[in-house]
């Protein structure tokens, strides 16, 4: 009488328990919601650390330390939301996480994205030599365009009206002293200040 072996099934023969396998699918599937979770503590806590160095808050009215409580609000709330929506989608069946590109589109250029960094850094090299003002209306342009948008009528308005507001938002209430450039660059960036009543 012959006796049938039969195999084991796949947990068996992994070793792992239900229980172990189950913990981490669980966290596998937790990890979408790690980044927007670790921005919104790191954007809470960050804020305490902006004076570190001594330099005391300004408490009265907007000064230099207005811009970056905006930003890291401003950062803790949409990492909030971000992460709300992560959990909303892992919580139902079947669903992805909400940043996944779709199927057809799951090839990532990087060629692209390098092109992208690069255009960052040459902005930052830029920035002291041309000012603020006029290489940041540069850059909102190229950027647009690297981006896809093409026309002009969206990219000339999109790259003025950004300047104007980043000018009067750093410079105009926060009052800092951002690059105006060198040579006729310091020239222009001062006439533009002073024509938007800045200085």
């Known amino acids: 009488m012959k006796t049938e072996v039969v195999p084991p099934s796949g947990r068996e ?4 328990s239900p229980t172990g396998q189950d913990r ?3 966290l596998v599937r937790l990890m979408p919601a790690l980044l927007p979770a670790v921005l919104v503590v790191l954007a809470l806590v960050l804020q305490h650390f902006v004076f570190w160095r001594g330099s005391p808050a ?3 009215g907007l000064g230099p330390d207005a811009w970056p409580d905006l930003i890291l609000n401003g950062l803790a709330l949409f990492s909030a939301v971000w992460l709300g929506l992560e959990l909303w989608v892992l919580g139902r069946a ?9 199927d057809d589109d ?3 250029r990087f060629g692209k994205a390098v092109a992208g960094i690069a255009l960052i850094v040459l902005y930052g090299i830029l920035l002291p030599l041309t000012g603020f003002a006029l290489t940041t209306a540069v850059f909102i342009a190229v950027w647009c365009v690297y981006g ?4 002009p009528l969206v990219v000339l308005p999109v790259s003025l009206i950004g300047t104007w507001v980043l000018l009067w938002v750093f410079m105009g209430i926060s009052l800092m002293p951002l690059s105006r450039g060198r040579g006729v660059f310091d020239q ?3 006439w533009l200040l002073k024509t938007l009543g800045i200085y």
Do not use: D, M, N, Q
Request: hydrophobic share 40%.
């Open 94 to 102: 079947g669903r992805r996480s909400a940043l996944r590109a779709p």
């Open 148 to 151: 896809g948008v093409r026309k």
């Open 106 to 108: 799951e090839i990532y």
């Open 58 to 60: 300004v408490t009265k």
């Open 24 to 26: 981490a699918t669980g």
């Open 13 to 16: 023969a992994s070793g792992a």
């Open 188 to 190: 222009f960036s001062i």
